[in-house]
C-alpha cells in the first residue's frame, strides 16, 4: 500500500485540547504521526504544532482537509498542508558571488534538499555557465536606478511562470523595493553575510577585522521591506583571532554563508519554520 507525506502545521490562542482534537481526526483516518512538534510560546500565549504524517491509499488532500475543518474552525487555528513528496520549485537570485549558489545547486543534487531549480536570475551573466552546465534557465535582468521597478516585474513573472514555492537570495547584492519585499513575503530567503545585527552594510568582514571581533558570523533570514530585520531562521559563527585577514576573514564568512543558506532552505523546504511576529519558530 502507497502512502503520501503530509505536513500540518498550525498557531492558534493556547488552550487545552489542542493536539488531542487533530490527532483524534488524523487518526480516525489511519493517518500515521511519523513526527511531531509543539511550542507554547508564553509571552504571546499563542501554541504552535508542527505534525508529519502519512496518510493511507485513497486518503488525499480533500478528504484531510475535511476531517480536520472541525478543529480548526473549533480553536481558531491558522494552518497549512503541505504535500512533502511533491518536489518544491525554487528560484534562485544571485549576483557576482557563486559561492552560496554552487553549494545549493550541490546539495540538491545530492539529494539533501528536496527542490528543483526552476530559474536563477542575475544582474549580472557571471553563473551563466553554472547555470547551462547545471540545465537550469538562466535570465540576465540588469538592474539600475531607473529600471528597477521593471526588473523586478520581470522577477514576478518569472516566479509565477515557473510556479516557484521559494525564492532565495544567494548573495544577490541588490535591495528588493518594499513593494517586492512585501509581494515576497514568508517565500524569499535571504543570506546575510554577517551575524546580524552588527556590522551591516559595505564590507562587513573589513568592519569587523577593524574592530579586532573575535566571532564572524552569517545570518539568513526571510526579506521583508526592513533591510536585514526580517524574521531570522537559521546562524552560524566562527572564532577567530587578531592574527587573521580581511581575506581570511572573508574565506571562512563564505564557508559559512553557504552552510547557513542550504540549512535555511532546507528547514522552509520541510515546514519546519514558523513565523511569530517578528520572530520564528524553527522546529528543527
Not at 15 to 40: C, D
Not at 89 to 108: A, C, E, G, N, P
Not at 172 to 190: E, P
Request: with cysteine; hydrophobic share 45%; proline share 4%.
Amino acid at each position: 500500500m502507497s502512502a503520501a507525506n503530509f505536513v500540518l502545521t498550525l498557531s492558534c490562542e493556547d488552550r487545552p485540547g489542542i493536539v488531542a482534537a487533530v490527532t483524534t481526526e488524523l487518526a480516525a483516518l489511519n493517518a500515521n504521526i511519523a513526527e511531531s512538534n509543539q511550542f507554547w510560546d508564553r509571552e504571546t500565549g499563542r501554541f504552535f504544532m508542527r505534525l508529519a504524517f502519512t496518510a493511507p491509499e485513497g486518503v488525499g488532500r480533500d478528504e484531510l482537509e475535511r476531517a480536520l475543518k472541525s478543529p480548526i474552525e473549533r480553536f481558531g487555528m491558522k494552518t497549512s498542508l503541505v504535500d512533502q513528496s511533491r518536489k518544491k520549485r525554487i528560484v534562485i537570485m544571485v549576483s557576482k558571488f557563486d559561492h552560496t549558489l554552487l553549494h545549493l545547486l550541490y546539495q540538491i543534487r545530492v539529494g539533501w534538499l528536496d527542490a528543483e531549480v526552476a530559474a536563477i536570475i542575475s544582474n549580472h551573466d557571471d553563473a551563466r555557465k553554472i547555470a547551462e552546465d547545471a540545465g537550469i534557465p538562466y535570465h540576465l535582468l540588469p538592474v539600475t536606478k531607473d529600471t528597477k521597478a521593471e526588473q523586478e516585474e520581470q522577477v514576478l513573472a518569472i516566479v509565477k511562470q515557473t510556479g516557484a514555492e521559494l525564492v532565495v537570495l544567494a548573495r544577490y547584492m541588490q535591495v528588493l523595493s518594499d513593494k517586492l519585499a512585501t509581494r515576497l513575503f514568508g517565500q524569499a530567503i535571504n543570506i546575510h553575510h554577517s551575524f546580524l545585527p552588527s556590522f551591516k552594510g559595505a564590507k562587513p568582514y573589513h568592519q569587523a577585522h577593524e574592530r579586532g571581533v573575535k566571532i564572524i558570523g552569517a545570518t539568513a533570514h526571510y526579506v521583508t521591506p526592513d533591510l536585514d530585520e526580517g524574521p531570522i531562521i537559521e546562524q552560524e559563527t566562527a572564532r577567530v583571532t587578531h592574527a587573521m585577514s580581511p581575506d581570511y576573514l572573508i574565506a571562512a564568512g563564505r564557508d559559512i554563508e553557504s552552510r547557513v543558506l542550504a540549512r535555511a532552505v532546507k528547514l522552509h523546504l520541510e515546514s519546519r519554520v514558523m513565523l511569530n511576529g517578528r520572530k520564528t519558530v524553527v522546529f528543527g
